[in-house]
């Protein structure tokens, strides 16, 4: 393997070797605890901007395969791992990880000390990093490290979500759906008059896309839901254009506070149509609530997070990618109730509106990779288009 590097702004340097592509690459340096998965890990749109360490010590040995992506492609800025295996041996595998980054630009570097990094992670917090094959100088890259741009210095949701208005289908997005201004609107009462959805579907979703994974589509279609997918800057205007049953607020990449426009759109819609919103998704409900958020201090990415339900005093194993919470003290005399807890720091996990059918969850309930404990949101969300439907 090339010599390769990985140095944190604090001068925190580690030495490895190189695998997948070359170059150098900036970004926030993070760990995730899943044992499987990282080929959905990879291609996770909310990992933009990061370089992700995974904790479990052999990587790669299954290789990766055309069915497993959850998007077009990987978004993480670098691959941290402590033993890389070259063999992959899986009936499913079609090639080596390695390959996989290599021809989508991405570094991987292993022989890590992956423990001993995610426990300064862990002490000191996620840190900016910059990983690099090309300037192995440990003070040249520890400069550029701090000289970095950080996650809440750059709207990264701009750079995964979609351009356009696109059905999801059974293989995946189908045709493109004009926007809002060139659809013939059939105005009643200011608003968008209702038609049935097509016969294959009972209900009709606009899920907006600030970082989405194939799986949620393939929740939501799985009950029938036809899912139109938009941009995240969206108006309110054009997601109403499609005469949802339901709006879908979808994962994403960045600090919440940054997408000014997404806040906007979110509180026009509030009482518009039943929402459900996850992980990005959940903070920028929080937002159009009237509430703020936080930066933790390492996140929480994994696909082993324990969380308590309020409503019901079950535990729910969850899979989780964010840096960001919801800040609850915010949330007073806001009429919205708190439905979840993490288990491991307390912090907020699930909101839900108290007079609208629009709720809300910090983890990501399709999973993939990850338990299927929370797969009965799904069902809840279509039990509220059930309920507003009747109304």
Known sequence: ???AILALEDGTVFHGGAFGAEGERCGEVVFNTSMTG???ILTDPSYKGQIVTMTYPLIGNYGVNEEDLESEGPWVEGFVVREYSEAPSNWRATRPLADFLQEHGIIGI??????????????YGAKKGVISTEDLDAESVVQKAIDSPGISDVDLVKLVTRADHRRWGSEGFA????AARQL????ANGAPSRRPAPPEYTFRVVAIDYG???NILRKLTDRGCQVIVVPANV???EVLSHDPDGIFLSNGPVDPELLDYAIKTIRELLDKRPIFGICLGHQLLGWAYG??????KFGHRGANQPVKNLETGRIEITAQNHGFAVDLESLKGKPVNETHINLNDGTNEGLRHLELPVFSVQYHPEASPGPHDADYLFDEFVHNMERYEGT
Not at 291 to 296: E, F, I, Q, S
């Open 1 to 3: 393997m090339k010599p």
């Open 38 to 40: 990282y080929q959905e």
């Open 110 to 123: 292993a022989g890590v000390d992956t423990r001993r990094l995610t426990k300064h992670l862990r002490t």
């Open 175 to 178: 045709d493109a759906v004009p």
């Open 184 to 187: 013939p609107l059939e105005l």
């Open 212 to 214: 989405i994974k194939y």
């Open 235 to 237: 108006t309110a205007a």
């Open 291 to 296: 509430g703020t958020t936080y930066k933790l």
